[in-house]
Nanobody, 118 residues
């Protein structure tokens, strides 16, 4: 089992920056692909960004490409999402996900609220 705890959310003005963290416990995340998803009110949860278990590969939703950066520090068992040039439409609850590279096992955090004021 992997427990994930997101932090760093809050209120930010449009055009500003925010850095989310996802701290893992229970197991090392070195064998997990890590991802960020978000869910806005009244909408389905959507993919934001992912980083491979080794950190060598990343992928982003078109809506955040060039503005958000996902990174990981396996030694600290933590994943980050740097959010720059945020927009009102980035307002959502952001969730961290860990997906085991050798099976379909997947774990979610409880989410952190990001609110962008325009």
């Amino acid at each position: 089992q992997v427990q994930l705890v997101e932090s760093g959310g809050g209120l930010v003005q449009a055009g500003g920056s925010l850095r989310l963290s996802c701290a893992a416990s229970g197991r090392t995340i070195s064998n997990y692909h890590m991802g960020w998803f978000r869910q806005a009110p009244g909408k389905e949860r959507e993919f934001v960004a992912t980083i491979s278990w080794s950190g060598s590969s990343t992928d982003y939703a078109d809506s955040v490409k060039g503005r958000f950066t996902v990174s990981r520090d396996n030694a600290r068992n933590t994943v980050f999402l740097q959010m720059n040039m945020v927009k009102a439409e980035d307002t959502a609850v952001y969730y961290c996900n860990a997906r085991y590279r050798f099976s379909s096992a997947s774990y979610w955090g409880q989410g952190t609220q990001v609110t962008v004021s325009s």
